[in-house]
């Protein structure tokens, strides 16, 4: 009977107390302010992301879920057999376990998650379920240069897996970019399988980052908090809301934090002043056309080789091999 394999220690590359601050202050200072979205996901800011997934306003998980559950034996099968899966934002693993489950022995998972807390509970549970896949987890964001571990296999291919709508974080120059490193990393022979969020009506859009039960605001919110906490900031919650907003020009909605008064906060050694209605962007997410999508692969030395996805056309997944 083939033996287990263990995971692999969990390699930490998080980024520190002073790269943190370094971030937070080089964005305050900046003109309109801003904040990375890379620190929403601190432990509280996974759950509530999760949280967020199952809101009835918020469909992207589900129709997501439902293009994997429809279509992974076949996303599978163009993959092939014997691939070495890299994950960028890995998070809970939902999506990931229904392509472990359908891929033809799967070398290695290697995912790259930011919040350590939330790749330990998602490699535990993926251990349980695949004891013969090898487990090579990295805390790190995925955005920034980090050396990935080598299986004790040899693969045929590398896979980068990018779930979820994350690339619509990115503006264009920044997502052509992250594009550009997902075929360096898979290289010539490679392929990424990517969630796209669709084109949609600006109501469903914007009801979609306004959730009734106040989730995503708390979402928001939740980074000032670790500011507060792991730097020593004086954000007073209380005075600042949370509002997204659809942009038809950009295509995308973006995501602020509003001071609802005039205040001053200090980080680190500097204070800053914000005016009553002064806003600090947080987040961008980009929606696609499939042809849009498709211009943006190529712009980057990728080709969209399939698409797939839900019923109501309101999401995609796609798989990109290298021109």
């Known amino acids: 009977m083939k033996r287990a394999l263990q995971a692999a220690p969990l390699r930490d590359h998080r980024p520190g107390r002073d790269e943190i ?17 890379k620190y929403f996901y601190d ?8 949280s967020i997934c199952g809101q009835p306003e918020y469909t992207l ?15 599978a099968s163009a993959i092939g057999p014997d691939a070495l899966v890299v994950e960028y934002g890995s998070g809970s693993g939902l999506k990931t376990r229904l392509l472990l489950e359908h891929l ?4 290695a998972y290697v995912p790259v998650e930011i919040s350590r807390s939330a790749l330990a509970a998602s490699i535990q549970a993926l ?30 291919r590398t896979l980068v897996y990018f779930p ?52 995503t605001a708390e979402f928001t919110l939740n980074m000032l908090t670790r500011f507060n906490r792991e730097l020593g900031a004086d954000f007073d919650l209380g005075t600042f809301r949370h509002r997204a907003r659809w942009n038809p020009l950009a295509g995308r909605i973006e995501t602020h934090i509003v001071s609802e008064i005039g205040q001053t906060v200090r980080v680190g050694s500097e204070a800053f002043r914000f005016n009553a209605g002064e806003s600090m962007l947080v987040e961008y997410s ?27 056309h309101r999401f995609s997944v796609q798989l990109l091999g290298c021109t």
């Not at 432990?43 to 999760?50: C, I, M, T």
């Not at 998980?61 to 996303?75: F, G, K, Q, S, V």
């Not at 033809?104 to 070398?107: A, F």
Request: hydrophobic share 40%; proline share 5%.
């Open 21 to 37: 601050l370094d971030d937070v202050l080089a964005g305050l200072r900046h003109t309109p302010k801003r904040l990375p979205s």
């Open 43 to 50: 432990a509280r800011g996974s759950q509530l992301f999760e």
């Open 61 to 75: 998980m589900r129709d997501e879920l439902a293009i994997m559950r429809a279509h992974a034996r076949e996303i």
């Open 104 to 107: 033809q022995t799967p070398v």
């Open 127 to 156: 251990q349980r379920e695949f004891p013969n896949v090898e487990m090579l987890p990295v805390c790190a964001d995925f955005t920034m240069p980090v050396v990935l571990p080598r299986p004790a296999r040899r693969a045929r």
């Open 164 to 215: 979820g709508s994350t690339i619509g974080n990115f503006e264009t120059r920044e997502a052509a970019q992250l594009l550009r490193q997902m075929r360096t990393e898979v290289g010539r022979d490679g392929v990424a399988l990517i969630g796209v969020d669709l084109e949609k009506d600006r109501a469903t859009l914007e009801a979609a980052y306004n959730d009734a039960a106040g989730v």
């Open 286 to 312: 980009g929606k696609y056309s499939l042809g849009a999508f498709a211009r943006l692969a190529d712009h980057a030395g990728l080709r969209v080789a399939q698409v797939w996805t839900d019923e109501a």
